[in-house]
């Protein structure tokens, strides 16, 4: 990630791809933390570009609240410009939530976001996050979703195409998942 524009709106510093790697494997282990990052398939797969000209962005799960387990803070950043608005970020964080519900019991996200992130603020909405608070001191609305059962249901049918594979050093898609698209 290189913008300016970018590591201001997420609080980044800019890493190459084997960065993320390297930062997704010491968190692989990690009880709270969850990254996948985000590829462009289609690219990586024809290795039509370096690895780090297929990376678009991040989704992250953080399970901050030793109280809550169930509680996961979700946050995604599609990188690339030319990326946002084609589905990328919608895509990942559905994936990164039937993960979460799946696989760390999540029944509750919430999503902190910089009140002037339009795109985002709205795509979480569409995801049914409601808009539970307003930081004015930080600048950002915190966003929540309860899973009810139909939430989850709806969750698993949106993400049905995704294929669980075990962790490896092998380069793979979206962090270990990989979608028939």
Sequence with gaps: MQSEELQRLTASEPLSLEQEYE???S???DADKCTFIVLDTERWSEQACG???CMVGDVNLFLTDPEDPTLGEI???IAEPSYRGRGFGKEATLMMMSYGVTELGITKFEAKIGQENEASICMFKKLNFKEVSVNS???EVTLRL???DQERQ???EQTKHVKKKSYTEE???AGGLETDR
């Design 137 to 139: 001191v930080f600048q």
């Design 154 to 156: 709806w969750l698993l």
């Design 75 to 77: 946050e995604i950043m």
């Design 171 to 173: 380069k793979l898609p």
């Design 51 to 53: 690895d780090e000209d």
């Design 146 to 148: 309860d899973v009810t």
């Design 27 to 29: 968190w692989r282990d």
């Design 23 to 25: 930062m997704q494997r």
